[in-house]
Nanobody, 121 residues
Framework: QVQLVESGGGLVQPGGSLRLSCAASGFTFSTYSMSWYRQAPGKERELVAAIASAGGSTNYADSVKGRFTISRDNAKNTVYLQMNSLKPEDTAVYYC??????????????WGQGTQVTVSS
């Protein structure tokens, strides 16, 4: 059974930091690219950061570049999102995603249930 379990969300003041974790099980974690998405109230879900299966390549949304860092530990089947210099506009539910493309017509996506991040004074 595939599971992605996010943790680490909460309430933080502007300028503060949080570290999100996503523990994966039920699939071969090291063969999947991993991403963090977020969805704010009334807005579409958006990609925040992504990391390749081996961890050598990352990309970020422009809005978080220089503030957020995605990393993974394939030995622990866990992906992280270090969030620094948080802003109120970072408030959202953050979701962990696992993705693998097996062929041009077959790809798998798994999602976690999300963790709330609220940035407010």
């Amino acid at each position: 059974q595939v599971q992605l379990v996010e943790s680490g969300g909460g309430l933080v003041q502007p300028g503060g930091s949080l570290r999100l974790s996503c523990a994966a099980s039920g699939f071969t974690f090291s063969t999947y690219s991993m991403s963090w998405y977020r969805q704010a109230p009334g807005k579409e879900r958006e990609l925040v950061a992504a990391i390749a299966s081996a961890g050598g390549s990352t990309n970020y949304a422009d809005s978080v570049k220089g503030r957020f860092t995605i990393s993974r530990d394939n030995a622990k089947n866990t992906v992280y999102l270090q969030m620094n210099s948080l802003k109120p506009e970072d408030t959202a539910v953050y979701y962990c995603n696992a993705h693998r493309r097996w062929s041009p017509t077959l790809e798998y996506d798994y999602w976690g249930q999300g963790t709330q991040v609220t940035v407010s004074s």
